[in-house]
Nanobody, 117 residues
Framework: QVQLVESGGGLVQPGGSLRLSCAASGSIYRIRNMAWYRQAPGKQRELVAHITSGATTNYADSVKGRFAISVDNTKNTVYLQMNGLKPGDTAVYYC???????????WGQGTQVTVSS
């Protein structure tokens, strides 16, 4: 099995920044095609950003220009740099494999991001 542990969330004011981390461990050989998802109360989980094995990145229109996904293969860790945070970004953020085959791993606990003044 693969374990995914998200961290780095918190309470920030609008315009603030956070850096989320997702540490992968267990039976995974190498992280590839990873993604960040988020789920707000009353909303379906949505894909926020993903990065392919070739390091190509893709972002939801709502976060483009503000968020940046990256991966450190030596640490099996995926990051999400979040700048210019808005109240609409408030959600629990999760990592997992990305499309088209993903998400395929068991979801971690996620990390709460709250943007409020």
């Amino acid at each position: 099995q693969v374990q995914l542990v998200e961290s780095g969330g918190g309470l920030v004011q609008p315009g603030g920044s956070l850096r989320l981390s997702c540490a992968a461990s267990g039976s995974i050989y190498r992280i590839r095609n990873m993604a960040w998802y988020r789920q707000a109360p009353g909303k379906q989980r949505e894909l926020v950003a993903h990065i392919t094995s070739g390091a190509t990145t893709n972002y939801a229109d709502s976060v483009k220009g503000r968020f940046a996904i990256s991966v450190d293969n030596t640490k099996n860790t995926v990051y999400l740099q979040m700048n210019g945070l808005k109240p609409g970004d408030t959600a629990v953020y999760y990592c997992n494999s990305g499309p088209p085959s993903g998400p395929i791993y068991t979801w971690g606990q996620g990390t709460q991001v709250t943007v409020s003044s």
